[in-house]
């Protein structure tokens, strides 16, 4: 069973600058989507950055686009989310899962089941 693991959250002031790490363990995922997803307090999560199989493709929320760059490295069955100018609003804990590929992925993670334990960023104002 897949077990992923994000790392990297923290405190920092209005923008600043964090990256995020999703480590896989259990099953290899260099053939299935990895996205990036948030929830703040009080809210329902929300999709963030997804990223193809190979990295060829990016999507990027509008809130985020031109700010976070999502990537992967297979050979370390990780990926990454480099968050810049990060303001106030991005505060939330920040969650990492796979599909099979970024539409799917897209379409049905507000059903999926599983979850790791996610990482908090919070930006001060």
């Known amino acids: 069973q897949v077990q992923l693991v994000e790392s990297g959250g923290g405190l920092v002031q209005a923008g600043g600058s964090l990256r995020l790490s999703c480590a896989a363990s259990?099953?290899?995922?260099?053939?299935?989507?990895m996205g990036w997803f948030r929830q703040a307090p009080g809210k329902e999560r929300e999709f963030v950055a997804v990223?193809?199989?190979?990295?060829?493709?990016?999507y990027y929320a509008d809130s985020v686009k031109g700010r976070f760059t999502i990537s992967r490295d297979n050979a370390k069955n990780t990926m990454y989310l480099q968050m810049n100018s990060l303001k106030p609003e991005d505060t939330a804990v920040y969650y990492c899962?796979?599909?099979?590929?970024?539409?799917?992925?897209?379409?049905?993670?507000?059903?999926?089941?599983?979850w790791g334990k996610g990482t908090l960023v919070t930006v001060s104002s």
């Open positions: 899962n796979f599909d099979r590929d970024v539409a799917t992925m897209l379409d049905r993670y507000h059903g999926m089941d599983y």
């Open positions: 259990g099953h290899t995922l260099s053939s299935y989507a």
């Open positions: 990223i193809s199989w190979s990295g060829g493709s990016t």
